[in-house]
């Protein structure tokens, strides 16, 4: 953070912040020639754009590597939002990068899902974007042409199920998988749930009349998380190759994470921002309500808050990301059958987007449970590390992206979906206040958001094409086992 260029003729300049990375808070100015940071240090002249950041904290924008927008769920569900208004909803809560899924249906080709989705982010996108993949097949095109090229190409991460009918892959499939993102280096994002116990339990509910959203809570046992949980690290460890555990909700499933890291697995863990807020008891609401807050996992309970906090102060878990799940509380999404959708229909998930970055800010930040630079780290480095974007996203440093977000630590906002730009309808949110909100936010260079404006053009954002994530590229000595089962994988 000390490169500075009297000579440089910048673009923009933001004076007289406070500048945060993962590691460190500095007071320095930012400039920017182009969509680069070329500057950052004290006393930059000032560039034809002069922002003044007195008293506001200068942080690179958020990256957010796990968002559905635009994808029909397994269910076959759409969401609310479009690249577009999911981007610029992104844009106004502080995230200048998102990472989505381009979903896999059985039978349907892997790479004409990616093209697809890859002509929908170009023409929409206001912000900066790369795409995962969710595999759901594990045929020969699948596993040796489509995959390998789209990694090659630079998707470099990919998701995988361990439940829902419709998506998940068995023990066999996932060993199958997991040897190619070994040999591909990609990381693989598990959802962790065990099918068969969900759908045990689900279905004595079902035959007892227990149908109310809360029973989904009661279905997705947190002995479902754990167990999942545990499978996938044991899955990884025969072939020794990184995994990430997406949305972790409960304490068990934590321990299992904690414990396999302890003993130097490339084990990694996400959690999101309605598990550290919200609890069961919200599945509860009368007149459907309920559904609203299903997701899976599901919401748990003030202890499990505790835990995730924890995960996230110790390092357990390395990304915050919001799981923005965009159905409408309507046939279209959440409540297919109206007042008569059971659990088991309601579309699973939760909006997000926006509300992110501002609940770990005002959550973790405002009430002490985590740093400024953790802030940085769980809500963009850590992404931006994990999933290959490092380092043109998710720190202010020259030859970086431009791509910040200038936060007025004190300004109060109370959540609602009257002013949030998601398309949902409603926001689990509502009548929370928040304090800290980004309230300059800059991509690529440009001022996208500034006085509540948004000045982005549909497709003004970028695809980035992803580089080997940080868990892949380390040389480690993965141990003769695993070398053994990786050649036979290969042979
Ligand atoms: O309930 C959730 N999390 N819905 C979104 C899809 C997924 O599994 O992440
Ligand atoms: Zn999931
Ligand atoms: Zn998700």
């Known amino acids: 953070m000390t490169k500075r260029d009297h000579m440089a003729d910048y673009d923009v300049t933001i004076r007289g ?5 993962d590691t460190a808070i500095a007071m320095a100015d930012v400039g920017i020639s182009g969509d680069k940071i070329v500057a950052v240090g004290p006393g930059l002249p000032a560039g034809r754009r002069d922002i003044d950041a007195t008293g506001r904290l200068v942080m690179p924008g958020g990256v957010d590597t796990h968002c559905h927008v635009e994808q029909l769920s397994g269910m076959g569900r759409m969401g609310a939002d479009d690249w577009y208004s999911a981007s610029v909803s992104a844009a106004f809560g502080g995230t200048t990068t998102i ?42 095109v699948t596993l040796e042409e489509d995959l390998p090229q789209l990694i090659r190409s630079g998707i470099t991460s990919f998701k995988i199920y361990m439940t829902y009918e419709q998506l998940k892959l068995d023990d066999y499939q996932v060993l199958d998988v997991l040897a190619v993102a070994a040999r591909e280096k990609a990381l693989v994002m598990v959802h962790a749930e065990n099918n068969d116990v969900i759908r045990w339990v689900s ?16 279905s997705h046992v947190e002995i479902a998380e754990a167990e999942a949980t545990n499978r996938a690290v044991q899955l990884s460890r025969l072939l020794d190759v990184p995994i990430l555990i997406v949305h972790v909700s409960a304490a068990d499933a934590l321990a299992t994470i904690a414990a396999a890291q302890a003993r130097g697995a490339p084990i990694y863990a996400e959690t999101c921002p309605h598990y550290l807020v919200l609890t069961r008891d919200e599945m509860d609401r009368p007149d459907m309500e309920g559904a609203k807050y299903c997701c899976s996992p599901p919401l748990r309970d003030a202890a499990s808050q505790e835990a995730l906090w924890a995960g996230l102060l110790d390092g357990t878990l390395q990304t915050l990301s919001s799981d923005h799940a965009p159905y409408r509380f309507d046939a279209s999404g959440k ?21 992110r970055l501002p609940l770990l800010f005002s959550e973790g930040v405002g009430k002490g449970r985590i740093s400024l630079p953790q802030f940085v780290a769980l809500g963009a480095a850590n992404h931006a590390r994990l999933y290959g974007l490092y380092p043109r996203k998710g720190l202010i440093a020259p030859g970086a992206d431009a791509d910040i977000a200038i936060w007025n630590p004190d300004r109060e906002v109370t959540l609602s979906t009257a002013t949030l730009h998601d398309r949902v309808g409603y926001t689990p949110y509502e009548g929370m206040t928040v304090r800290g909100w980004p309230e300059i936010v800059i991509s690529a260079g440009r001022v996208i958001v500034e006085n509540g404006q948004l000045h982005a053009q549909p497709g003004s ?3 980035i094409p992803r580089t080997t994530p940080e868990p892949c590229a380390i040389d480690r000595d993965i141990g003769e086992q695993a070398r053994f089962f990786r050649a036979l994988a290969d042979s």
Do not use: M
């Open 461 to 463: 954002g970028r695809f």
């Open 17 to 21: 912040g406070s500048v945060v990375s």
């Open 335 to 355: 409540l297919p059958f109206g007042h008569a959708t059971t659990f088991k229909q309601v579309a699973n998930g939760i909006p997000g987007i926006e509300a």
């Open 203 to 218: 279905e004595r509910l079902l035959a007892k009349g227990h149908n109310a959203p809360a029973f989904h809570g009661a």
């Open 99 to 140: 990472v989505p899924f381009a979903a896999q249906h059985r039978g349907s080709s892997l790479s004409q899902v990616a093209n697809d989705y890859a002509s929908l982010a170009a023409a929409k996108s206001v912000i900066d974007y790369s795409y995962h993949v969710i595999v759901t097949g594990t045929d020969r």
